[in-house]
């Protein structure tokens, strides 16, 4: 997680140095836009709304630490939709409370509220209606467990039907680990319901899909080559298979492709994360992989695509193997999915 955090005065830089030790592991960085001591925190010389603007597109979390105020005015310009908007927090300079602004359930701004609250000793101020009413928050049970929405607008209709008290129906095709909670017991023939799955069905009359997002990408390619080669082959692949992107957790190549513009921003097209792994990883593993002897001479790794793909997958199997053309190789790994209503997000 990248996780951009602001304070405005001496007291809030102290507190913000506090909050950077909750995300231990995270990409943190620390700035102070104050004409007093900053403690040592990165200066801010630009106006806040520039820095704002920069952070929305840069961080996944942004906390301001001082009063919610500023936080409100700094995001207002740059709010999207909470499925991209980032998570936004407000914690006040003394670190007595903390605010989940914006993008409280998708973002993760709830969640972060109490795990930053319950490190620093600050009260998590959590206002969404299924929270504080120890309903299932629909929205965050998907990006807890890896599942896509399909329509924001039908997860307000369910979210709304929860609190409502009206019957919800459940329909899934992949284990649950776990109770299911009461709200999603309702009959097979609710009018409302969630289906978790990866055909496409709508048994209920208005139907939220949640798809589980069970592949993983190993993609190779050779110097240089642009992205739109890039999305031309991977959609090639998927169609191959029958799969959609919807479907994709994450990607993966070899480290020497880290910096390709191309791949990069590939993955950022599509919002999902890109891990790199050396040689010596990739070689490492056991399995029937493909062989070229072409690519081995340049990268000491006889497929890059599909060790990639299975090294980062979990438990994963080859969906597809090595499908190549354009100065492109693309593998797709299928994992092993199951969900959990008792799942939190790390």
Same mark, same amino acid.
């Given at each position: 997680?990248?996780?951009?955090?602001?304070?405005?005065?001496?007291?809030?830089?102290?507190?913000?140095?506090?909050?950077?030790?909750?995300?231990?592991?995270?990409?943190?960085?620390?700035?102070?836009?104050?004409?007093?001591?900053?403690?040592?925190?990165?200066?801010? /010389? #630009?106006?806040? *709304?520039?820095?704002?603007? =920069?952070?929305? +597109?840069?961080?996944?979390?942004?906390?301001? $630490? @001082?009063?919610?105020?500023?936080?409100?005015?700094?995001?207002?310009?740059?709010?999207?939709?909470?499925?991209?908007?980032?998570?936004?927090?407000?914690?006040?300079?003394?670190?007595?409370?903390?605010?989940?602004?914006?993008?409280?359930?998708?973002?993760?701004?709830?969640?972060?509220?109490?795990?930053?609250?319950?490190?620093?000793?600050?009260?998590?101020?959590?206002?969404?209606?299924?929270?504080?009413?120890?309903?299932?928050?629909?929205?965050?049970?998907?990006?807890?467990?890896?599942?896509?929405?399909?329509?924001?607008?039908?997860?307000? /209709? #369910?979210?709304? *039907?929860?609190?409502?008290? =009206?019957?919800? +129906?459940?329909?899934?095709?992949?284990?649950? $680990? @776990?109770?299911?909670?009461?709200?999603?017991?309702?009959?097979?023939?609710?009018?409302?319901?969630?289906?978790?799955?990866?055909?496409?069905?709508?048994?209920?009359?208005?139907?939220?899909?949640?798809?589980?997002?069970?592949?993983?990408?190993?993609?190779?390619?050779?110097?240089?080559?642009?992205?739109?080669?890039?999305?031309?082959?991977?959609?090639?692949?998927?169609?191959?298979?029958?799969?959609?992107?919807?479907?994709?957790?994450?990607?993966?190549?070899?480290?020497?492709?880290?910096?390709?513009?191309?791949?990069?921003?590939?993955?950022?097209?599509?919002?999902?994360?890109?891990?790199?792994?050396?040689?010596?990883?990739?070689?490492?593993?056991?399995?029937?992989?493909?062989?070229?002897?072409?690519?081995?001479?340049?990268?000491?790794?006889?497929?890059?695509?599909?060790?990639?793909?299975?090294?980062?997958?979990?438990?994963?199997?080859?969906?597809?193997?090595?499908?190549?053309?354009?100065?492109?190789?693309?593998?797709?790994?299928?994992?092993?999915?199951?969900?959990?209503?008792?799942?939190?997000?790390?």
């Amino acid at each position: 997680m990248r996780v951009g955090i602001i304070a405005f005065t001496t007291n809030g830089c102290r507190t913000a140095l506090r909050i950077a030790g909750v995300f231990d592991g995270d990409e943190v960085e620390l700035f102070a836009k104050s004409t007093s001591d900053e403690v040592g925190l990165t200066h801010v /010389d #630009v106006p806040m *709304r520039a820095w704002t603007k =920069d952070a929305f +597109g840069r961080y996944d979390a942004i906390v301001f $630490v @001082g009063a919610i105020g500023i936080a409100v005015r700094e995001i207002a310009p740059f709010v999207v939709s909470k499925d991209v908007d980032p998570a936004v927090l407000s914690v006040d300079e003394r670190g007595r409370f903390c605010i989940p602004v914006l993008s409280g359930h998708i973002g993760g701004a709830n969640s972060l509220a109490v795990r930053v609250g319950t490190s620093i000793g600050a009260v998590p101020v959590v206002t969404t209606a299924t929270d504080i009413n120890g309903k299932v928050a629909i929205d965050s049970f998907a990006v807890n467990n890896d599942l896509t929405i399909g329509s924001l607008h039908a997860a307000k /209709d #369910v979210a709304a *039907r929860i609190l409502a008290g =009206d019957p919800v +129906g459940l329909r899934c095709t992949v284990p649950i $680990v @776990g109770e299911v909670p009461p709200e999603l017991c309702g009959p097979d023939d609710s009018p409302t319901g969630v289906y978790i799955g990866v055909e496409g069905e709508s048994p209920f009359e208005n139907t939220l899909r949640l798809i589980p997002r069970d592949l993983v990408l190993g993609i190779g390619c050779k110097r240089g080559t642009p992205q739109e080669d890039i999305e031309h082959m991977v959609a090639r692949a998927m169609e191959s298979v029958g799969v959609t992107m919807d479907r994709v957790r994450a990607a993966a190549s070899i480290d020497l492709k880290k910096d390709e513009v191309g791949l990069l921003g590939f993955a950022a097209e599509h919002r999902i994360p890109i891990s790199f792994y050396t040689a010596d990883e990739l070689n490492a593993l056991e399995g029937d992989f493909s062989r070229s002897s072409f690519v081995q001479s340049v990268t000491t790794v006889d497929c890059v695509c599909e060790r990639s793909a299975i090294m980062h997958s979990r438990n994963g199997r080859l969906l597809l193997r090595k499908f190549a053309g354009n100065g492109v190789t693309v593998a797709i790994a299928e994992e092993d999915f199951s969900v959990s209503f008792q799942k939190v997000r790390k």
